[in-house]
């Protein structure tokens, strides 16, 4: 028993071709990507007695978080 050869279709082709279109179009519309810029952000000193807490905006975010 020998296996039907595979036949490529009208329609297989066309799907292919729309689908590697799509692609390709998608592709060109998506930004490119740029490198990231390096950020040096300059440290304070540290406390000679300790306590280095500072009351950021980002802890504020948290304390208004835990409320209940």
Partial sequence: MSQPQGK?????????????GAMAAVASMMP????AEQVTRELKPAPK??????????VKH???TTRL
């Fill in 8 to 20: 490529l279709s009208r329609r297989t082709v066309f799907a292919g071709a729309g689908t590697a």
């Fill in 32 to 35: 490119t990507a740029k490198p």
């Fill in 49 to 58: 007695r300790g306590g280095g807490y500072q009351l950021s905006e980002h």
């Fill in 62 to 64: 948290y304390y208004q």
